[in-house]
């Protein structure tokens, strides 16, 4: 079961327009909205994949299908509306098939479901948390010097990229332990334990089935044994003769 963190960064729309800048009116496209570089590690191993202006357009593309493609699980901070959604226009302007099912955590929807923090983003999240924080783009001049192809800006991209998956994978691990939901991995716990207790049952509401609930000793996480129907307990009694 391999679960792969990532974040991608895409270049901006390259277009002729009149203005007003407030409401422009786009005359032609030059170009439309391309993948700068994307950054991915393995949950728990060290090192953390980049893959940028090293291999052309095509290639970059290919990698990021690669990368979707050989993951169980898929991890990223509002992937749900960005990264997912981004990464599928790419692979099928490329004219590539979808890759092989993977579940997917977004660890924005996660925050925004069982907590209420003042703010989502994963940059105030890891700040909140005492996990750290993003690297400082320095704004749109970081996307104006990528595509006009400087070095030192690419560097910084790319060390904006990473730093990103490094935050996400602290973020989701001090999440994970609310995740009610969380994708079933084996039998074993999400943190990789096969240390769990019993800790009773859980009932339906209508009192008529439960479910053995395992608590793991890592990381207190419950997994749920199999439905089962609830027998009423019948009184015995004894014959004294």
């Known amino acids: 079961m391999k679960t792969i963190l990532f974040d991608l960064e895409t270049l901006p729309i ?6 007003p ?3 422009a009116n786009l005359l032609e496209v ?4 391309r993948l700068a570089c994307f950054a991915w590690k393995v949950l728990g191993e060290k090192k ?3 893959v940028g202006p090293e291999l052309n357009y095509k290639q970059r593309v290919k990698a990021l299908w690669d ?4 993951a169980d699980i898929l991890i990223a901070h509002n992937g749900k509306s960005f990264d997912v959604k981004v990464m599928n226009a790419f692979f099928i302007q490329e004219g590539l098939q979808p890759p092989s099912h993977y579940r997917f955590i977004d660890t924005k929807l996660e925050a925004k479901k069982y907590f209420r923090f003042p703010s989502n983003s994963l940059n105030d999240l890891g700040q909140m948390l005492g996990l750290g924080q993003k690297e400082d783009t320095g704004g ?3 996307w104006k010097g990528c595509l006009a192809g400087d070095e030192k800006a690419w560097k910084k991209m790319l060390s904006y990229n990473k730093q990103d998956v490094v935050l996400l994978e602290q973020v989701y691990l001090k999440l994970r332990p609310y995740m009610i939901n969380h994708p079933n991995i084996g039998d074993g716990c999400i943190c990789g334990s096969t240390s769990f207790h019993k800790r009773g049952f859980v009932y339906s ?3 008529k089935t439960r479910r053995q609930e395992y608590r793991c000793r890592e990381c207190r996480i419950s997994k749920y044994g199999s439905t089962e129907k609830v027998i009423p307990h019948q009184t015995k009694i ?3 003769a």
């Open 14 to 19: 390259v277009a002729y327009t009149w203005g």
């Open 21 to 23: 800048k407030w409401e």
């Open 30 to 33: 030059i170009e439309h909205t």
């Open 48 to 50: 953390v994949h980049i």
């Open 67 to 70: 990368m979707a493609d050989e």
């Open 140 to 142: 749109w001049a970081l």
């Open 205 to 207: 509401a209508n009192g």
């Open 238 to 240: 004894k014959s004294l």
